[in-house]
């Protein structure tokens, strides 16, 4: 059974710094790419950043980029994204994807699994 747990959400202050990981488990790790989206109140689930299976390849969303960084340790199957001078509109569930492809990972119809998501909250 597949699982992905992320870890590490909760509140910081605009400017400040947080961490999210996503722990992936009963699927080869390496053979998927992997995605972070983001969800705020009612608003649609939102692509945040991609990583391609060996990490070469990174991608962003306009919003964060510059700011969050996408990275992941294949030995230890876990997916991170680091945030960083984090504002108000960053606030939102955060989720992890698992991608069979290298393709469209914008789209998140392109992901088999998804986290059961962990919420990140910037105060003003």
């Known amino acids: 059974q597949v699982q992905l747990v992320e870890s590490g959400g909760g509140l910081v202050q605009a400017g400040g710094s947080l961490s999210v990981s996503c722990a992936a488990s009963g699927l080869t790790f390496a053979n998927y790419a992997m995605g972070w989206f983001r969800q705020a109140p009612g608003k649609e689930r939102m692509f945040v950043a991609a990583?391609?299976?060996?990490?070469?390849?990174?991608y962003y969303a306009d919003s964060v980029k510059g700011r969050f960084t996408i990275f992941r340790d294949n030995a230890e199957n876990t997916l991170y994204l680091e945030m960083n001078n984090l504002n108000p509109e960053d606030t939102a569930v955060y989720y992890c994807?698992?991608?069979?492809?290298?393709?469209?990972?914008?789209?998140?119809?392109?992901?088999?699994?998804w986290g059961q998501g962990i919420q990140v909250t910037v105060s003003s």
């Open positions: 994807g698992a991608n069979p492809t290298s393709y469209a990972l914008i789209s998140e119809s392109t992901y088999d699994y």
């Open positions: 990583i391609t299976q060996t990490g070469r390849y990174t």
